[in-house]
């Protein structure tokens, strides 16, 4: 007789390590969770390591492969607040509680036709499992000032009903230094200001909050409600210095001290309905509200001396902007597989924004605000954007896929106050075709080619101008008169086993370029403000080579070089300006005994253009070390960031026939110290929340503040 003899065995855990860096077809993903020196680090920390991502901190403005208009995503849903917003946002999220981050240049026609440079996708953890489960972490550090964060995520699903979210928090008190440099001539005079700041924020802290719930009303619907929002405040104390010369002879002291509130408040509700009618065919709606409210006033207290520091008055100044931000969308999109080798998709989508801006700039007399009416106003905008389009993803053989879009954009665009109407009234529709062809060789060879057609409509505030003043004689704000701009790019990539080969090249025409410097004719005012350039041409080379030199050292060896040349507009002459920059990003992996691991990350660029301006050359490096306790207790992280405290951000523009030559120097970053503490709970063999995007993935970066 045989008998059955059943044992009953452990589960195996099965662990695979994803490379920080991974190219797909279309995007390139950072795995962030896997980085030891990202743990404590915030979101734009990481987007300033990564390959082809350039951030200006002081224009508040974010570049990919050299061009400027990127789109931010979170979770596949835009953020529709300005990017100088989203700048602060992201340096007030911690990395604890991102999953990855994709790099998407050449997105398909179901994203929007909005962002010249491609969309950044920001991934937030998401639990894999079912029941209750998700993780938490901590950290605690300190630079110039210290470093609080925490997080936490959960999923909690029971038959058909499936409860998540996720809540971050993150403050940061360290000071930054800045300065700035220039000359401008007037009635046969040289004119020299040199400011020199240093910025301590009191406090800059991060609220974030996601709650979403899903049912399953039957086997084949889904219906699902998404609540989000934040609250960011950012308190600054700034300290300035500006001198002011006469063909070398001082004439002019001032101390400027600077008090100013930059406050974000969003809460944003989705209503999602899928339907499945079979295996390979369904219907999805969602509708979508986004709120958003900015308060950001700033009062100025300025000393002025003569050249030999001699007292001689003292006046106080105040700029404010109030901006309340409604935006509503509503989408439906059906998706049909017919066979194997063709899938369709087809979509429209409606949103309608109204962006107010209340913005004030005044002396104060006597306690009293005597308000300046040439930059005192309340703005309206009222736009509304109409889309359609349709995609088909097309297998041809076994080896060979293409993809085909085509997406109709109408847009309705005013601008206006109470003392005058349609400063902006535009209508126009435009077409914006896709295309994407994927052939695998074998196993080691691979290429693809991908073509797209993109806008960049001016965002909300560059349209409805801010005013914020550096000192007496400089001014940032915006530009109503700034037109959208439209580019066209081709991309290839080549793959042989793990290394991979890119190149992209795009023409931009009407290329919107922020903070350009102007002098009012006549004054030694320089302001600088958001300008069209006729176009922009850029050329870039990726080549990512990953190194495996021994069984316990990993080395992920990125490059980029860019080429560009910029047409640009001064005092309506046309100049030419060339650049090539080359980024380099070196990650080195190391598996140590008792698991302990290690990461050393650096970071260098040569000089790149910003507008008209030269990003001068700057390289940074991280390190880490990271523990992993058995029995789920937890990994525990130490880095150090900026280890050579190097990170300085250099923009200089030299053309002297236009009266423009400026160099400006930024500190945003120090030699920072983190201890970090993380670890996951709850079940770990069950089903995980429903991955899916929302509405308005496209609507959430056109705000500005």
Do not use: C
């Not at 650049?579 to 598996?591: P, S």
């Not at 030699?671 to 995007?693: I, V, W």
């Amino acid at each position: 007789m045989i008998k059955e003899d059943v044992a009953l065995l452990e589960a195996v855990d099965v662990v695979a390590k994803k490379p920080l860096f991974e190219q797909k077809i279309d995007r390139m993903l950072i795995n962030v969770e896997n980085s030891i020196t990202a743990a404590g680090a915030t979101a734009l920390e990481i987007l300033e390591r990564s390959p082809g991502v350039v951030v200006n901190r002081q224009n508040n403005t974010i570049a990919m492969t050299g061009k400027e208009g990127v789109i931010v995503m979170m979770n596949g849903k835009i953020n529709r607040m300005p990017i100088s917003a989203v700048v602060q946002l992201l340096a007030g999220m911690p990395s604890n509680n991102i999953k990855r981050i994709e790099l998407i240049t050449t997105p398909p026609a179901n994203f929007d036709a909005e962002g010249n440079a491609g969309f950044i996708n920001i991934v937030l953890k998401q639990s894999n499992d079912l029941g209750l489960n998700g993780a938490y972490s901590l950290t605690g550090g300190f630079g110039k000032g210290s470093i609080l964060a925490g997080g936490i995520n959960f999923n909690y699903r029971k038959k058909n009903f499936n409860l998540y979210g996720d809540y971050s928090y993150n403050r940061r008190d360290q000071e930054f230094t800045s300065s700035l440099d220039r000359e401008v001539q007037l009635n046969g005079a040289t004119i020299r200001t040199l400011i020199e700041s240093v910025r301590n924020p009191s406090a800059q802290r991060n609220h974030n909050l996601r709650l979403g719930v899903d049912l399953e009303l039957t086997k084949k619907t889904i219906l699902g409600v998404l609540i989000s929002g934040y609250d960011n405040q950012y308190n600054q104390l700034g300290i300035s210095q500006s001198t002011q010369s006469r063909n070398g002879i001082t004439d002019t002291l001032l101390n400027i001290k600077v008090d100013e509130i930059n406050h974000w408040q969003n809460l944003a509700g989705n209503l999602n309905l899928q339907h499945t009618f079979n295996d390979g065919e369904s219907l999805t709606f969602d509708a979508d509200y986004l709120h958003y409210y900015n308060n950001q006033p700033a009062n100025y207290y300025t000393s002025y001396l003569d050249g030999s520091n001699k007292f001689l008055f003292q006046e106080q100044s105040f700029s404010g902007k109030l901006t309340p931000i409604n935006v509503g969308v509503s989408s439906l999109n059906y998706s049909k597989r017919f066979s194997d080798a063709l899938k369709m998709d087809l979509g429209v989508k409606g949103t309608l924004s109204r962006f107010d801006n209340d913005v004030t700039a005044a002396m104060i007399k006597n306690g009293i605000q005597v308000k300046d009416p040439s930059l005192t106003a309340k703005y309206r905008l009222e736009e509304s954007i109409f889309a359609a389009f349709s995609s088909f993803d097309v297998k041809l053989d076994d080896k060979t896929s293409m993809k085909l879009g085509l997406r109709y954009e109408y847009t309705n665009s005013n601008l206006g106050t109470k003392e005058q109407a349609n400063i902006v009234d535009r209508h126009y529709g435009r077409l914006f075709p896709s295309f994407y062809l994927a052939r695998t060789f074998n196993e080691n060879h691979s290429a693809n080619i991908s073509y797209g057609r993109r806008i960049t409509r001016p965002t909300f505030n560059d349209l409805a101008p801010f005013v914020f003043f550096v000192d007496p004689n400089t001014f940032l704000s915006g530009n109503a008169a700034l037109q959208p701009s439209f580019s066209n790019s081709l991309k290839l990539d080549y793959r042989y086993k793990s290394t991979l080969i890119s190149v992209l090249y795009s023409v931009e025409d009407s290329t919107i370029s922020l903070f350009q410097p102007k002098v009012i004719a006549g004054t030694k005012k320089v302001l600088y403000a958001a300008q069209n350039m006729k176009n922009r041409k850029s050329a870039a080379l990726v080549f990512a080579l990953p190194i495996t030199l021994t069984k316990w050292w990993n080395m992920q060896n990125n490059l980029i070089a860019t080429w560009q040349e910029v047409n640009a507009y001064f005092d309506k002459n046309l100049i030419q300006v060339h650049n090539q920059n080359l980024q380099l990003v070196w990650i080195n992996n190391f598996t140590l005994p008792k698991d302990f691991s290690a990461e050393m990350v650096g970071v260098y660029q040569t000089k790149a253009l910003s507008g008209a301006a030269v990003t001068l050359p700057f390289g940074v490096l991280n390190i880490g070390i990271q523990k992993k306790f058995k029995d789920n207790l937890g990994t525990l992280r130490f880095g150090i960031d900026d280890v050579l405290n190097s990170a300085k951000l250099r923009l200089g523009t030299n053309l002297p026939e236009y009266n423009v030559v400026s160099t400006i120097v930024l500190d945003f970053s120090q030699r920072t110290f983190k201890l970090s503490y993380s670890r996951n709970f709850g079940n770990k063999q069950l089903k995980g929340n429903r991955q899916r995007a929302t509405g308005a993935e496209e609507e959430r970066g056109r705000v500005t503040n």
